[in-house]
């Protein structure tokens, strides 16, 4: 059975910062894109950092470039996000996603075929 869980929300204020990390099981992602997508209070689940399988290509969403690093181990089938220079809006439920081998659109919820639970991230002014 496929796992993605989430780990490294809290609280923290702004200007400050936190490390996310999705611990996969149950198969290797190695050769899988991945990603991390958020939805905060009242809005939809957007985009935020994608992956390639073996870490040479990253994108990131225009808002969080600069502040955010996406980077993944796959020897320990696990994915980060290093999140900088906080603020309120970034305050939302993190995840995690993963793709079955094949290709698909690293920015779109489509893209992707298994999902972790979530983590909250709460940035306080």
């Known amino acids: 059975q496929v796992q993605l869980v989430e780990s490294g929300g809290g609280l923290v204020q702004a200007g400050g910062s936190l490390r996310l990390t999705c611990a996969a099981s149950g198969r290797t992602f190695a050769s899988s894109g991945m990603a991390w997508f958020r939805q905060a209070p009242g809005s939809e689940r957007e985009f935020v950092a994608a992956i390639r399988a073996f870490g040479d290509t990253r994108y990131y969403a225009d808002s969080v470039k600069g502040r955010f690093t996406i980077s993944r181990d796959n020897a320990k089938n696990t994915m980060y996000l290093q999140m900088n220079s906080l603020n309120a809006v970034d305050t939302a439920v993190y995840f995690c996603?993963?793709?079955?081998?094949?290709?698909?659109?690293?920015?779109?919820?489509?893209?992707?075929?298994?999902w972790g639970q979530g983590t909250q991230g709460t940035v306080t002014s």
């Open positions: 996603a993963a793709r079955a081998p094949g290709f698909g659109d690293d920015d779109q919820d489509s893209g992707y075929d298994y």
